[in-house]
């Protein structure tokens, strides 16, 4: 059973980077059958995709932050990494890993299995 | 840039249907998914490709999507389907949208 963890500092300061890796265990992120993603989830509030990459390096990236990210994959590790840089706390989430299946380029995506979760607080 | 609708709360007694809705510009020409999430827990994928359902998740769950309105319906609700629910589509800018989400109560 694939299962996802998510790992990195709870806290981070203000105009830092934030970074955060998920660990796949149950399968080979090596895949050619999937993306892996990145969401998050402000206290109380909605979903928020971040972006997603293959192991072949291909990445989409949520436009809306696509500045401020970088997602990288190594597969010696089967795990994925994010880095968001210049946070501050509009950044303070629940960040979540999960398996990508689908075609994100063709419209036809979903996410199975996530992560339990990292809740990242920017404050300083 | 494009929107997914959700109405904020859908109310319910338990054995009875539910319905949510979410909508956006000709999302039928789109094929969305949908996540259960109850509190303090992770999204599960309940509903992909309008209306399939993945292994694991009762038959009372169902999807449709048409014009410009997606629907997930629970039928004979239960009180632990009690949760909130996000639908989820794609945008030829972003590949990856998601509706506000809708709490379920079962009352």
């Known amino acids: 059973q694939l299962q996802l963890q998510e790992s990195g500092p709870g806290l981070v300061k203000p105009s830092e980077t934030l970074s955060l890796t998920c660990s796949v265990s149950?399968?080979?992120?090596?895949?050619?059958?999937?993306?892996w993603g990145w969401i998050r989830q402000p206290p109380g509030k909605g979903l928020e995709w971040i972006g997603s990459i293959h192991y072949s390096g291909t990445t989409y990236y949520n436009p809306s932050l696509k500045s401020r990210i970088t997602i990288s994959v190594d597969t010696s590790k089967n795990q994925f990494s994010l880095k968001l840089n210049s946070v501050t706390a509009a950044d303070t989430a629940v960040y979540y890993c999960?398996?990508?299946?689908?075609?994100?380029?063709?419209?036809?995506?979903?996410?199975?299995?996530w992560g339990q979760g990292t809740l990242v607080t920017i404050s300083s | 840039s494009y929107e997914l609708t959700q109405p904020p709360s859908v109310s319910v007694s338990p054995g009875q249907t539910a319905s949510i809705s979410c909508s956006g510009d000709k999302l039928g020409n789109k094929y969305i998914c949908w996540y259960q999430q109850k509190p303090g827990q992770s999204p599960v994928l309940v509903i992909y490709q309008d209306k399939k359902r993945p292994s694991g998740i009762p038959e009372r769950f169902s999807g449709s999507n048409s014009g410009n309105t997606a629907t997930l319906t629970i039928s004979g609700t239960q009180a632990m389907d009690e949760a909130d629910y996000y639908c989820q589509a794609w945008d030829s800018t972003t590949p990856v949208i998601f509706g506000g989400g809708t709490k379920v109560t079962v009352l």
């Open positions: 149950g399968g080979s992120i090596s895949s050619s059958s999937y993306y």
């Open positions: 999960a398996r990508h299946e689908g075609s994100p380029a063709a419209g036809n995506s979903w996410f199975d299995p």
